[in-house]
C-alpha cells in the first residue's frame, strides 16, 4: 500500500496569512493527488484533483502542486470559513489512501 | 441535485454485525462507482472499498477482507456496506463517496453526511 505523509499535522495561522501544507507518498504517484477539506461533523469536500486541478466552486485561493511523491496545498489569503482539517490522498492505486490529516486552527 | 443519504446512527455490541446503507438522488446510480470511507474519533480518513453498481463487483481493502460486504439494489439505488465480527476498533464515523473520474483522474466528488457507528458492551 502507498503510504502518504502530511506535514505538519496541524498548524495555527491568522485570517489574510499565505499557508502551505505538504504531502509526501511513499513510491511515485505522479498527479495522482487528491486534496479534501473537512469541518468539524461534516463529510469531505473536493477541492483539489489532479495534484492542481481546481474542482468547481472551489476559490482560487486555494493551490495545489507537485508530482511524483511531493505535494503541496497553498491557501494564498485564509479566510475565516478555512479553518478547517485538509486530508490528501492518492488516487494512483488500490488501496486508495489518505494522510493523516492536517487541522489548521485559528491563531 | 446530487446526494448520498445514508442511514443513522447505530450502536453495536463486540462481536455484533452493522449495516449501513446510502442512497443515491440526483444522477444514474449504476454509472458510478460507490466508495466507503471511514473516520476513527479524532483520527484520519480510511478507504474500505468500492462497488460498481451496475454489475456488483467489489474491491476490499485488504485489512477488511472476510469481514466487510458491500452490496447494492438497484431498484432503490441503494447501496450498503455491512461490517462483521466488529471490535471497539471498528467505532467510527462511515462515509460513503461517489467515485468519478475526470479525463482519467479518479476522485471523490459527492459524500454522504456520514453514519457514526459505536462498538460498545
Known amino acids: 500500500d502507498i503510504q502518504m505523509t502530511q506535514s505538519p499535522s496541524s498548524l495555527s495561522s491568522s485570517v489574510g496569512d499565505r499557508v502551505t501544507i505538504t504531502c509526501r507518498a511513499s513510491?511515485?504517484?505522479?498527479?495522482?493527488l487528491n486534496w479534501y477539506q473537512q469541518k468539524p461533523g461534516k463529510a469531505p469536500k473536493l477541492l483539489i484533483y489532479a495534484a492542481s486541478i481546481l474542482q468547481s466552486g472551489v476559490p482560487s485561493r486555494f493551490s495545489g502542486s507537485g508530482s511524483g511523491p511531493d505535494f503541496i496545498l497553498t491557501i494564498s489569503s485564509l479566510q475565516l470559513e478555512d479553518f478547517a482539517t485538509y486530508h490528501c490522498q492518492q488516487s494512483y492505486s488500490i488501496p486508495r489512501t489518505f494522510g493523516q490529516g492536517t487541522k489548521l486552527e485559528i491563531k | 441535485q446530487v446526494q448520498l443519504v445514508q442511514s443513522g446512527a447505530e450502536v453495536k455490541k463486540p462481536g455484533a454485525s452493522m449495516k449501513v446503507s446510502c442512497q443515491a438522488f440526483g444522477y444514474t446510480f449504476t454509472g458510478y462507482y460507490v466508495h466507503w470511507v471511514r473516520q476513527a474519533p479524532g483520527q484520519g480518513l480510511e478507504w474500505m472499498g468500492w462497488i460498481n453498481p451496475n454489475v456488483g463487483a467489489t474491491n476490499y481493502a485488504q485489512k477488511f477482507h472476510g469481514r466487510v460486504t458491500m452490496t447494492r439494489d438497484t431498484s432503490i439505488s441503494t447501496t450498503y456496506m455491512e461490517l462483521s465480527r466488529l471490535t471497539s476498533d471498528d467505532t467510527a464515523v462511515y462515509y460513503c463517496?461517489?467515485?468519478?473520474?475526470?479525463?482519467?483522474?479518479?476522485?471523490?466528488?459527492?459524500w454522504g453526511q456520514g453514519t457514526l457507528v459505536i462498538v460498545s458492551s
Open positions: 463517496a461517489r467515485g468519478l473520474m475526470v479525463n482519467n483522474w479518479p476522485l471523490f466528488d459527492y
Open positions: 513510491q511515485n504517484i505522479g498527479s495522482y
